[in-house]
T-cell receptor
Framework: AQKVTQAQTEISVVEKEDVTLDCVYE???????LFWYKQPPSGELVFLIR??????QNEISGRYSWNFQKSTSSFNFTITASQVVDSAVYFC??????????????FGTGTQLKVEL | GAGVSQSPSNKVTEKGKDVELRCDPI?????LYWYRQSLGQGLEFLIY????????KSGLPSDRFSAERTGGSVSTLTIQRTQQEDSAVYLC?????????????FGQGTRLTVV
């Protein structure tokens, strides 16, 4: 079965520190997609990034960067120079094909990031 | 509106009552999903709609749960004879085409409390 593991339940950092959120996944599919979502206190899940299984190139977007390593089934997320506004729960997710067609997301349990002044 | 809209934002109901939760997806999105977020179970898939096709109900936890999508747009999730374990945040999402590579956009959820 598909599985996503986010071993870090909660991380606290001081503003301007760098922080890495870990994500490890299990899948039998050869083609799949991985996602990161941010859930601020308002509750809405906000899409951050998508990565397909054929593209192991790391990606950087401003202060955010992602390290995808297929050999270790990991898709880690780093925030550089963290800010208070980064405080949220971050979810890693894996696409999973549904029997009748279509896809769903299998989520990890999330990592609560707290950035303090 | 530009995003996925859910109503009500909060719902408190008595055990045994039926509840209906509503979702307005992003205009033009053919795929619609319901997920449930609870402390014990995390984020769980419930049901998937694609256009006018029959939905994938593989995530519904019991036959007390049902959902429909009218006209390929608005969706309603119904929970009959609510139980305390149904207390959770119910999240609706939509995506352009339901493909694995297409990101889903989520609403702010309906927090359901069964007392």
């Amino acid at each position: 079965a598909q599985k996503v593991t986010q071993a870090q339940t909660e991380i606290s950092v001081v503003e301007k520190e760098d922080v890495t959120l870990d994500c490890v996944y299990e899948t039998r599919d050869t083609t799949y997609y991985l996602f990161w979502y941010k859930q601020p206190p308002s509750g809405e899940l906000v899409f951050l990034i998508r990565r397909n299984s054929f593209d192991e190139q790391n990606e950087i977007s401003g202060r955010y960067s992602w390290n995808f390593q297929k050999s270790t089934s990991s898709f880690n997320f780093t925030i550089t120079a963290s800010q208070v506004v980064d405080s949220a729960v971050y979810f890693c997710a894996l696409s999973e094909r549904l029997t009748g067609g279509g896809n769903k997301l299998t989520f990890g349990t999330g990592t609560q990031l707290k950035v303090e002044l | 509106g530009a995003g996925v809209s859910q109503s009500p934002s909060n719902k408190v109901t008595e055990k045994g009552k039926d509840v209906e939760l509503r979702c307005d997806p992003i205009s033009g999105h053919t795929a619609l999903y319901w997920y449930r977020q609870s402390l014990g179970q995390g984020l769980e898939f419930l049901i998937y709609f694609q256009g006018n096709s029959a939905p994938d109900k593989s995530g519904l936890p019991s036959d007390r749960f049902s959902a429909e999508r009218t006209g390929g747009s608005v969706s309603t999730l119904t929970i009959q004879r609510t139980q305390q374990e149904d207390s959770a945040v119910y999240l609706c999402a939509s995506s352009l085409d339901g493909r694995a590579r297409t990101e889903a956009f989520f609403g702010q959820g309906t927090r359901l409390t069964v007392v």
